[in-house]
């Protein structure tokens, strides 16, 4: 992503990234399995935007679309107008799993986007350890997969993520598979790198809390198939603290949002 002030979206009117009636059905020997039916919205430039919805409602898929690594059955993404059918240096994607290389270190992991470019190596290790930094991981570029915690495995994830500066960034619950504490921890710290790098952010979540603490809007998802069943713009202030979950004003989103889940599950 490249470097913006921290002023919440850009209000011109041109979205970085819009989905636009995108449909997926799945099909096998068993038959065909809608998982997405005209799922429409747009991402402003520099908005941070969360997606939440029931289990199975198609999230993940959502954003393999919206990467270009799965073609939808009907409907089109676009990046800037630009028709998205393949994966591109512009969107970064980062999974619910790390999935880092074990046989490469932190900083071989980091670097590899630049790598596949054929960047130089002074250049992409140079990138790589700024990134790192940036992560909250000054220190550890020696070091392997097998010797990080889930934390830090997934701040790993996103450095490499960041390296090539994309100006998208889709985050597929980084951290659903870690222990509260910790999930609550990197919440905050993504938001310190997110108004450090700043661009467009669109991140699956299932906490309600983690979306009204990051998110300028929070898309909600109706059960499968899934389509957006309500928009909640959440009105913040930044910068933002976990604090400020308690204030009347992220009490009542969440209940709207909690009712919205329930309201489509019925």
């Known amino acids: 992503m490249r470097s913006q002030s921290p002023a919440g979206p850009d209000p011109g009117?041109?979205?970085?990234?819009?989905?636009?009636?995108?449909?997926?059905?799945?099909?096998?020997?068993?038959?065909?399995?809608?998982?997405?039916?005209?799922?429409?919205?747009?991402?402003?430039r520099n908005e941070f935007v969360c997606l939440v919805g029931p289990s199975g409602c198609g999230k993940s898929t959502l954003l393999h679309i919206l990467s270009g690594l799965l073609p939808?059955?009907?409907?089109?993404?676009?990046?800037?107008?630009?028709?998205?059918?393949?994966?591109?240096?512009?969107?970064?994607?980062?999974?619910?799993?790390?999935?880092?290389?074990?046989?490469?270190t932190v900083l071989d992991n980091v670097a590899l986007p630049l790598?596949?470019?054929?960047?130089?190596?002074?250049?992409?290790?140079?990138?790589?350890?700024a990134m790192i930094d940036l992560?909250?991981?000054?220190?550890?570029a020696a070091t392997?997969?097998?010797?990080?915690s889930g934390g830090m495995a997934q701040r790993v994830a996103i450095a490499r993520a960041l390296v090539?500066?994309?100006?998208?960034?889709?985050?597929?619950?980084?951290?659903?598979?870690?222990?509260?504490?910790?999930r609550d921890l990197l919440a905050e710290e993504l938001l310190r790198i997110w108004q450090a790098v700043h661009g467009t952010v669109l991140m699956v979540t299932h906490s309600i809390p983690e979306s009204i603490l990051l998110a300028d809007r929070v898309l909600v998802m109706s059960p499968r198939p899934g389509h957006?069943?309500?928009?909640?713009?959440?009105?913040?202030?930044?910068?933002?603290?976990?604090?400020?979950?308690?204030?009347?004003?992220?009490?009542?989103?969440?209940?709207?949002?909690?009712?919205?889940?329930?309201?489509?599950?019925?």
């Not at 090539?164 to 910790?182: Q, R, S």
């Open 144 to 148: 392997y997969p097998a010797d990080l």
């Open 228 to 266: 957006i069943d309500a928009v909640f713009p959440v009105d913040l202030p930044r910068p933002r603290t976990a604090d400020m979950l308690h204030s009347p004003l992220a009490g009542e989103l969440a209940r709207g949002i909690r009712g919205a889940i329930r309201l489509g599950a019925e």
């Open 72 to 104: 939808p059955t009907s409907g089109m993404v676009l990046l800037d107008d630009e028709p998205v059918t393949r994966p591109r240096r512009r969107i970064g994607h980062v999974f619910q799993q790390a999935n880092l290389m074990p046989w490469r």
């Open 13 to 44: 009117p041109t979205p970085t990234l819009s989905a636009q009636r995108v449909s997926h059905t799945f099909l096998s020997e068993t038959g065909a399995l809608p998982v997405l039916v005209d799922v429409s919205f747009e991402l402003a």
């Open 115 to 129: 790598e596949l470019i054929g960047q130089p190596r002074d250049e992409r290790e140079a990138a790589a350890q």
């Open 164 to 182: 090539a500066g994309p100006d998208v960034l889709l985050l597929d619950e980084p951290f659903g598979a870690l222990d509260a504490l910790t």
């Open 135 to 140: 992560v909250g991981l000054d220190g550890f």
